[in-house]
């Protein structure tokens, strides 16, 4: 056994010690180094082109509209546009019928599409950015030990046995990035936590079709009991593939004759079958942060896979920005948040208790999926074409930090825990241009200057105010000239009101900026 002891000056003070340079992982450091927060950024492997522990040949990811907006407003974006291919739709197929929904309008975002792209190319870009801030990876790094408030980390290069050759940090805060299936972190936690094992498959096929599935577009079949069934066409590989989750080969002969005569494609031989087991962390356990998850890279999909990642790491960026600055208390980190996000428009409980009161109504869901999104008032209608934007598919449910009264439920428009909308305005800007460097956006529907004043001479840090009479944003908040609505910096509604207090903003403000001493 080897006692460690140590003195003041032997320590390396830093905020935040960030393990794992992968997506989660770039993203949060590059938010927080943008704000001169000390972090210290850690990977076990030799370079950023050293395999995986769950290796993805060929396989893409999916941006969605949304993550694009967030990698925007942090200036990550740079020409990763140019890096990846444009998709800007979905299609739903049932038997030779089909619906089209697009994800977004020009109008309402900067970017109505999602982009595919490989991990390689998001990984290296990311990377590229933290680098020309400065940046610096220490790769074949790991940790080795926790004692007291120190962390020990070692070069996987040398041998465990040179006690001399380790580092030591004392970080307020260590966030281990889509580790969940590190043995090194689980060797670090386990005699503080005890996490559940969990496992994922999936299958992706490369498919020779014979009816065309156009390829700017992602295709839905409703083929197994998951719904999030996709067929895409993958650059990497030159080829169409149908992506299946929660499956692992060999499909069976009739599943193969079912597609080809059903959706007309035709199956290649040899699927890539992806079994992996994973780790699961508390997302918070004293110092230690558990951000992202690797097997949310291994999912396909244009809401959901990578975008939760990247979602998680912008908010816990944001949070930290003010708790490590003493400006909030950790309780904004510790705030709990359910965000549901749906690939579909989904039936609410009513018909959902009724159709399953159906006979065989396994049989007829896709019928009803297909007959549903016909007329579906979830999906936006414009000069003929269905809409389903991120603020319809995506939304809080549950959250220490939104703010949502009784009367919400009665009020029209946009409602708190929901994704704000944005509008193209005359001068070719967007309503939600203002929404950057990771801070909260205060929309009044006239000018009041004094209190906007007030507002950031106090809090100008943290918040940006506009003033805006413009009769299109008034018509699509459905805002009067005494509405409010808060912005947060992931560009969700956090609070609402067409009745202006006072008193309730500067109690929204101090539930999220409230320090330790409040």
Known sequence: QIEYTFA?????????????????????????????IYIKVIDSRDSITAPLAIPRPSLPLVLSSSSLELLGNINLLGDLLDKGRKFFGARYHWKQRTVLFKFNQSSASRYPFSLLISYEDLVNHLLQEFQKRGGVVDWATRPVTQVEENLCTESTQTSSQVYENREIFAPKWIVACEMDADPDLRDLVKTQIKPKKFHKEALFVDCEEGEPFEEAHIHLLPVTKNFANFVFYNPYRGSRQLYLANTSGPLSPKFKNKLLYTYGLALAENPLSISASFMQYPFCHNRYIFLGSVANNLSFSYLSGVNLNIHEAFNLGWKLLPVIKKAASSQLILSRELKTSHVLPHFNEVHQKRTAKLLFSKMYTPALMYYYL??????????GELYYPSHRASKYETSDIIKVSPNDKEIRGPKPGSRALDIQLETAGYLLDSLKNAKHLLIFFKERPDLTHALLEEYGEWVDV???????????????????????PDRYIGYRTHAFKLHELISYLLRIFATESV
């Open 374 to 383: 016909k007329g579906c008032r979830q999906l936006d209608t414009a000069e």
């Open 466 to 488: 506009i003033a805006t009479e413009n009769p299109k944003v008034h018509r699509l908040y459905h805002a009067n000239p005494e509405s409010l609505f808060i912005i947060r």
């Open 8 to 36: 003041r000056g032997d320590t390396t003070m830093i905020d935040v010690l960030i393990m794992g340079a992968n997506p989660s992982g770039l993203i949060l450091a590059n938010i927080l180094q943008q704000h001169g």
